[in-house]
């Protein structure tokens, strides 16, 4: 099957897989059935092999993800996470006035190190979400200052974006984070600012009476410092041997990589709580398996996908069109996985399709291929934010005992404005 047959074959597999995922059924079996499938229409299976071949051993992604992944789990087990949020929680209790952007901000911070949106939304919504209720904000109100700090991911050396557009540009992981950790925070603050003047506007920012809730803050939780600054280890650790000046003064400095920073910390983690080595090491392994199973999994068929649509001629057209209307490339860099991320709940498989796809051929529209792929990246955790079936917001409903509708509704506005801002920074 190929010539416009072949396209119409393409089409029709996208919008399937699209109302699949809305369906939210599994995005790496939807992904991978889709590319064999076009694969087979194009009588080229093999390329659908190929491509799960040849992205199963990608080193660069796989010791990233998955030694980010040991350490999430680290964490978990050493419960250093919870001092982490409980410490900024008694920071905002502190500063009434600044109490949902305080919220938002705080969530962004844990989630650099807790990656995943649904993660952190479970891990900090316990805490925050009965927190500002308690102190008269609106539930619905409460559960959006959650969500809206839920892209902090994007600055974490583990977020499978980063080292799928280092692969592309042929970069390090912190040469990707350099280039859109301004962007992450901008967008994150605008988002902030902009809920903070709606729940001006709302009224719903104090007043509020607790009626139902199920979860409330453990008031007696003892913050240990030490143990709370550890999550923050890692990340902090690869900053700073990142500095050319530091680099200079320390011969093994450069040598200090995501999973050098990722192991030091965990091993830290162990040693600083006292917990049992032998337990806390096969966590740490659990967690390497959950990253390949889970992420390196979606960037797999993510590939397998791409490939089917290479196949039809599909990926062709779509690249030829954009060499000829080049003004269109930041728009769909932007609103393409935004809006998916807001139909599907998802914006990494989205993202990763898009970069795997067209950010490849980012030079040939006479832009930078970080640039454009970190666009993508963002664009698509924004969309997810705004999205009423997105995992994260669906666990914060359930926390304030709302319809997450309810939350969409808050957070879309703002990160619209934030993707506007994005796009005018990175490209």
């Known amino acids: 099957m190929s010539g416009l047959l072949g396209l119409l074959f393409g089409v029709l597999c ?52 998955c030694s980010v992944m040991g350490f999430s789990f680290v964490m978990k087990i050493t419960q250093v996470d919870k001092h982490l949020v409980h410490s900024l929680a008694k920071i905002l209790v502190k500063i009434r006035p600044l109490l949902i952007p305080g919220v938002i901000i705080s969530t962004f911070i844990v989630n650099i190190s807790l990656n995943s949106a649904s993660g952190v ?38 977020l499978d974006h980063q080292s799928v557009i280092s692969q592309i540009a042929n970069v390090e992981v912190i040469d990707v984070i350099k280039v859109h950790a301004k962007t992450d925070i901008i967008a994150m603050l605008i988002a902030a600012t902009y809920l903070t003047i709606l729940a001006k506007i709302l009224n719903e920012d104090k007043g509020y009476q607790i ?21 923050l280890l890692p990340v902090i650790m690869l900053i700073i041997f990142n500095i050319e000046s530091v680099q200079k003064n320390i011969s093994w400095a450069s040598r200090i990589g995501v999973p050098h920073a990722m192991l030091i910390g965990s ?79 998802s914006g990494d498989s989205s993202a990763i399709v898009f970069n795997q796809s067209v950010t490849v051929h980012a030079e040939s529209f006479g832009y930078e291929i970080v640039n454009m792929g970190s666009l993508a990246a963002l664009a698509g955790a924004l969309g997810r934010a705004a999205s009423p079936i997105a995992g994260a917001t669906i666990i914060a409903a359930g926390i304030a005992n709302i319809s997450p509708f309810e939350i969409a509704k808050r957070t879309g506005p703002g990160v619209f404005i934030a993707s506007i801002f994005a796009m005018i920074m990175l490209i």
């Open 267 to 345: 091993i830290l983690c162990i040693f600083a709580t006292k917990t049992n080595i032998q337990k806390a090491t096969n966590e740490f392994f659990n967690g390497m398996g959950k990253g390949y199973a889970d992420i390196i999994g979606i960037i797999i068929s993510a590939a397998v996908f791409v490939s089917g649509m290479k196949a039809l001629g599909l990926l062709d057209f779509f690249i030829n069109t954009l060499k000829t209307s080049t003004h269109l490339v930041p728009l769909a860099a932007t609103y393409g996985p935004f809006l998916l991320g807001v139909i599907t709940g």
């Open 121 to 158: 939304t479970a891990a900090v919504g316990t805490i925050f979400i009965p927190l500002l209720i308690s102190m008269g904000v609106k539930p619905a109100m409460a559960a959006s200052a959650v969500i809206l700090g839920t892209w902090g991911s994007m600055l974490s050396p583990g």
């Open 14 to 65: 996208i919008i399937f897989a699209v109302a699949l995922l809305i369906l939210k059924k599994d995005t790496k079996t939807v992904l991978l059935g889709a590319g064999i499938i076009m694969c087979i229409a194009a009588l080229k299976p093999l390329d659908a092999f190929d491509a799960f071949k040849d992205n199963m051993i990608q080193t660069g992604l796989i010791t990233s993800v």
């Open 211 to 231: 009626e139902n809730i199920e979860s409330k803050e453990d008031t007696e939780f003892k913050v240990n410092l030490f143990y709370a600054v550890l999550p």
